[in-house]
């Protein structure tokens, strides 16, 4: 009667680990689509302007997706190349999630994708909301400036639109899109309608996605293509008086996609070029250094919520500005520093907030409120992931004699050949970045965590006999093997859930041990899913086999 119980428990533990890994799954997809700066609600409130701006107009091109790889190839991309050579340069760094509402969200707004409000994961187009903190195009606004965007119909949505004279969207993404754009954005440019112009750029990141990634030959071609659309708007530049500045949002791995935690994807070109731009390639700057920069350039205020610095090192800015600058950086980024820690309800120690221009440390001071309130949830977590390990360990332990180090075996059998074909075979990245849909990832796990326990299923049965013992202990011995490649799989689940908590709530994730901890779960879900079929052939195949002669059986 113990060993019924003890099956009719597993049963119920293995249902109630199912429905809670599909719960969890959904949840995290939910969580991070729903994520809102905690400065959502208490922006920072915008300062003055700077003064007297270097140039007669900014006209910034996004190109979607390049990477800084490609950006150099000369043969590839000679204007761009060109420019480089002409004016200022260096590599741009962003951060995770290497989406791209996220990633125009930081180049316009100056801020990280935790507090800048943009979306963190990419939304359709009724669902994008609308920029809460200050950027760009409002600043330039408020400064009696024209305005001028002409490009993917997502910015349609994230700039606020009363702070765009003129616009053109479309809901393409092709090269017959990007000629769109520019048939639209090259006459405001000859008759000089605007001093703050958007012209984004998509073929590139169409290539990645649709026509087999950054290593076919069709991505060059549509780099080329946009490179010589690029020719096309600096024959509309004097530059001894217009400002270019080319950028872009992020970039794709090797087999196409982005949005995770690679190097390559995070790593874009950054080029301007006009008036007071001093010539030379540069250091690295990050992606948050765009929006104050062309802010100095037009005089405009320091977007309120910027969490970059001006590149001084870069620009002849004139004297008003610069007189002004040390003052401005620091009442920003005071003002930012108190929203963000009254945001999260902690208390502000005077003794502890910078003074002065000096942007990294206060960017220091907001990841010591971050770090410090994580930290104490963190405590927590490891607490209960303590109380959890032990218990199943002790369990394992217990249940040597009934075949635990089997049991073991197979879970690390299932993780071996699991991973073997996602990292090695298939060559997949441990990120979102190689999420072409959730129903592709839903069912290339499915099917691969499917083979893998049953061929760890099938390792640990036959090398412990299970089939050949009575019906209640083969069932039992089966369950124990599900809830140990059931344990050794939540590994990941468990690091997750120590870095992150379960659901993403008021800062975003570590997304390394966000993806991992995801990708555990499903392997899960399809664990218990496929472990309840192979209690039922497990019982099927005991009783038959108890039905044999004992001699036979022995064999």
């Known amino acids: 009667m113990k060993k019924t119980y003890s099956l009719i428990i597993g049963l119920f533990v293995i249902i109630g680990i199912a429905v809670g890994a599909y719960l969890w799954i959904t949840g995290i997809f939910a969580s991070n689509y729903a994520y809102r700066s905690p400065l959502k609600d208490n922006s920072p409130t915008p300062g003055a302007a700077l003064g007297d701006a270097s140039t007669g107009r900014v006209v910034m091109v996004l190109i979607d997706a390049l990477r800084y790889d490609t950006s150099t190839i000369k043969e590839v991309m000679p204007t761009l190349n060109q420019l480089r050579a002409q004016g200022a340069s260096a590599v741009m760094r962003s951060r995770p999630p290497s989406f791209s ?30 920029w809460t903190q200050d950027n760009l195009f409002s600043a330039a606004h408020r400064a009696g400036l024209k305005t001028a965007v002409s490009g993917y119909y997502w910015f349609e949505k994230l700039i606020p639109q009363q702070d765009v004279d003129l616009h053109f969207y479309t809901s393409g993404e092709d090269r017959l899109a990007d000629e769109q754009v520019m048939a639209e954005a090259l006459p405001w440019l000859k008759n000089d309608a605007a001093s703050l112009v958007l012209i984004h750029l998509d073929q590139v990141d169409y290539a990645g996605h649709h026509e087999g990634g950054p290593k076919a030959a069709a991505w060059n071609e549509a780099a080329s293509r946009v490179d010589a659309m690029l020719a096309q708007i600096a024959l509309n530049l004097d530059f001894s008086k217009d400002t270019l500045v080319v950028f872009s949002d992020h970039g794709q791995i090797d087999a196409g996609g982005h949005g995770g935690q690679e190097p390559i994807v995070l790593t874009e070109p950054f080029v301007i070029v006009g008036p007071g731009v001093v010539p030379g390639e540069y250091p690295a700057i990050k992606m948050v250094d765009v929006a104050p920069t062309i802010s100095a350039v037009l005089g405009l205020n320091l977007p309120a919520s910027s969490q970059g610095e001006v590149l001084t090192n870069m620009l002849n800015l004139p004297e008003s500005i610069k007189s002004a600058l040390p003052g401005a950086v620091e009442k920003q980024q005071t003002a930012l520093a108190t929203a963000y820690a009254v945001s999260l309800g902690m208390k502000i120690d005077a003794a502890k907030m910078p ?106 049965a036959l090398g412990k006999r299970t089939f050949w013992q009575k019906p209640l202990d083969a069932t039992l011995s089966t369950v124990g093997i599900i809830l140990t490649m059931i344990f050794v799989s939540a590994l990941p689940v468990f690091w997750s859930f120590l870095m992150n908590g379960v659901l993403v709530t008021w800062t975003l994730p570590d997304y390394l041990s966000s993806f991992l901890g995801l990708l555990g779960l499903l392997q899960i879900l399809m664990i218990a899913a496929a472990g309840l079929i192979a209690i039922v052939i497990t019982a099927v195949i005991s009783r038959i086999s108890q039905r044999r002669p004992a001699t036979l059986r022995r064999r």
């Open 355 to 460: 003074t002065g221009s000096n942007v990294a440390q206060y960017q220091n001071y907001l990841d010591s409120l971050r770090n410090g309130r994580i930290f104490v949830q963190r405590v927590v977590r490891a607490a209960i992931l303590a109380v959890l390990l032990a218990l199943f360990v002790s369990l394992l332990i217990r249940n040597i004699k009934n075949g635990s180090l089997w049991w073991i075996a197979s879970g690390l059998v299932f993780s071996g050949i699991f991973n073997y074909r996602y990292g090695v075979w298939d060559q997949k990245t441990y990120s979102v970045s190689s999420i072409i849909s959730e129903s592709d990832l839903l069912t290339y796990v499915a099917i691969t965590a499917g083979a893998a326990f049953l061929i760890a299923w099938l390792f640990s």
């Open 101 to 130: 509402e996220p990633g125009y969200s930081s180049l316009m707004t100056g801020a990280w994708p935790e507090l800048s409000d943009g979306p963190t994961f990419n939304l359709d187009y009724e669902q994008i909301p609308t």
